[in-house]
């Protein structure tokens, strides 16, 4: 590689996220334990509260009164690579976490990985949006909140849930944690 005087690289680190949507708790600790020994044990994980009081988008699928956490785990290097396979991983985490219904399998769980820096929240889609940046394979990074001192800025597109001032005071606290 030449070296340009003018293009200094700067690595990305942070910390990885799962923003892990059920029903049932159990499935919850299961895949906490799957993530654990990929990951490590978890620097932080949010207090349970309701996705359901936020959004009906899962309960065709998943079922009603649906909980949500946030589990941290540890920093690392963050590069387009690493972040498509944790999406690519999250897909099939999700697969192994199904149960059947009549003729169709649903999913028991819903992943949504994604990453904290001190400047940005970003969760990974397989949804295009015009708003959203591609990283390669059908991955998508969404900005969703950005830091501004104390507290994090809404976007228009911000989901409600990261509105939470409870949900934004939790992702604050990650931001600011010192190992």
Excluded at 135 to 150: C, E, I, P, Q, T
Aim: aromatic share 16%.
């Amino acid at each position: 590689m030449v070296s340009d005087p003018f293009h200094k690289q700067v690595e990305e680190h942070g910390y990885i996220v799962f923003a892990v949507i059920y029903k049932n708790f159990t499935d919850f600790e299961l895949l906490k334990k799957v993530l654990s020994k990929k990951f490590g044990e978890p620097v932080a994980e949010s207090d349970e509260y309701s996705f359901s009081k936020f959004s009906d988008y899962y309960e065709t699928e998943i079922g009603s009164d649906l909980k949500r956490r946030i589990v941290v785990f540890d920093k690392t290097k963050l590069d387009a690579n690493f972040l498509i396979k944790l999406k690519l991983f999250s897909l099939k985490l999700e697969k192994r976490f199904v149960k059947k219904q009549g003729c169709q399998q649903r999913r028991t769980v819903n992943i949504d990985p994604g990453f904290l820096t001190k400047e940005k929240f970003v969760l990974l889609s397989f949804k295009k949006k015009p708003r959203k940046i591609y990283l390669g394979k059908g991955v998508w990074a969404d900005l969703l909140l950005l830091s501004r001192g104390k507290h994090w800025e809404m976007l228009p597109w911000t989901f409600p849930e990261f509105k939470d001032k409870s949900v934004q005071e939790f992702l604050l606290s990650i931001r600011n944690y010192k190992k």
